[in-house]
């Protein structure tokens, strides 16, 4: 975020002091330390340079009021955007033995499982892991493209429980997941020669080059090809370790805000944009690391967030998007993995965020979410790999 970047000496000099409170939030644009979710207290100083980067970095101190002065800590911690990484998407499921067997028949694993069994709730982690997978061998939260199920006990043996699909007026705002497969024509006939169905065949409608198959909840799961259509069209085979966790989709009211919101305070990269002037809306892709090139696709990436914007939703005050977490339940959120947690949590908190659950919120104090615009959960979680220690 251009107007709040920072900017520092790789080698930071701290002034020494016994005192422990508030921490503090240094940004260069307005030269302020400001006192985390106090931003009206200010006090105007010389900030902190922390190493040339084009990457919004934070700066953290800890003050004392004695008298007119305050004095930093012996401690600073920074967080960096580009280490950040889109971990997961999570959607609630009926029946877990039979999601996680569709999802392992798309080629994924199940590579962590989480139980609570005094909350009565299991969570599955699915990543593709062969070892031609991007993430392959990765800590689970050191990866990009995953899947998490959350089970709820006794969905599974109660006839009434019915999955949100987040497609169904007037429930709508999540839309699907996407898959990307190396024969598209292949791997649907594999998809369907084992008896899932879909929303959408290749042969249906005009896109002739995408195709929805269903999970047994319902939701939308997007197949998209590695390689186009007419390369595709004559081979037979398929082979799921070459298959990626392409993107998830969300619908947004105001795609002006929601794009603000992705690249300047979540450190997202805009990496394509397809108008449709005709159909009357516009997707974006955004995710992290290298930006594309101009031409290129990104099929072939995995953790990719797909904005969905139909035209004139911005104009309606009463227009609002179904966040899934409210009932009819369906998908719960996406996952953003950081390298600091509490300085991470600190820079959202300096610029202003709408928080779900703050660190300190709750008891469990190694997890915070942050609402888009829209009102969808984003989930913050350390990135394990990078702190060195277990999160669960």
Request: aromatic residues 10%; contains cysteine.
């Amino acid at each position: 975020m251009n107007s709040l970047r920072t900017v520092a000496h790789q080698r930071l000099r701290l002034f020494s002091t016994s005192a422990i409170s508030t921490p503090l939030l240094v940004s260069t644009s307005t030269r302020h330390f400001v006192a985390a979710g106090y931003p009206a207290k200010r006090k105007t100083i010389q900030p902190f340079l922390l190493g040339n980067t084009n990457q919004p970095q934070l700066a953290i101190g800890l003050y004392r009021a004695s008298g007119s002065q305050r004095s930093l800590a012996t401690m600073a911690t920074t967080t960096d955007l580009k280490t950040y990484k889109f971990n997961h998407s999570m959607i609630r499921v009926k029946d877990p033995k039979e999601s996680v067997k569709f999802y392992e028949y798309l080629g994924m694993s199940v590579i962590k499982k989480l139980s609570f069994p005094e909350a009565k709730f299991d969570l599955y982690f699915l990543a593709y892991d062969s070892p031609s997978a991007v993430s392959a061998g990765k800590n689970v939260w050191d990866r990009e493209g995953l899947i998490e199920l959350t089970h709820n006990y006794g969905t599974e043996s109660d006839p009434s429980y019915k999955i949100n699909n987040g497609n169904v007026e007037p429930h709508r705002g999540f839309g699907h997941l996407c898959v990307s497969v190396d024969n598209i024509q292949a791997a649907c006939k594999r998809l369907e020669d084992a008896g899932y169905k879909f929303q959408k065949k290749l042969t249906d409608g005009k896109m002739r080059h995408i195709a929805f198959v269903l999970d047994p909840d319902g939701y939308w799961v997007e197949i998209i090809g590695q390689k186009s259509i007419e390369e595709a069209e004559k081979i037979e085979t398929t082979e799921v370790g070459t298959y990626r966790m392409n993107h998830t989709m969300l619908r947004v009211k105001d795609a002006e805000s929601s794009l603000k919101f992705y690249q300047e305070v979540m450190g997202m990269k805009l990496l394509r944009t397809n108008v449709n002037e005709k159909g009357g809306f516009n997707l974006y892709f955004l995710g992290y690391g290298d930006a594309t090139k101009e031409g290129e696709g990104t099929a072939d990436r995995e953790g990719l967030l797909e904005l969905t914007w139909n035209y004139g939703t911005e104009k309606d005050a009463d227009f609002k998007y179904h966040d899934g977490n409210s009932q009819p339940q369906g998908f719960g959120h996406i996952c953003v993995s950081v390298d600091n947690i509490e300085a991470a949590c600190a820079r959202f908190e300096s610029l202003n965020v709408n928080w779900k659950k703050r660190l300190t919120d709750g008891r469990m104090k190694n997890v915070a979410f942050v609402l888009d615009p829209d009102g969808y959960w984003v989930e913050i979680v350390q990135n394990e790999e990078i702190a060195g220690k277990a999160n669960f």
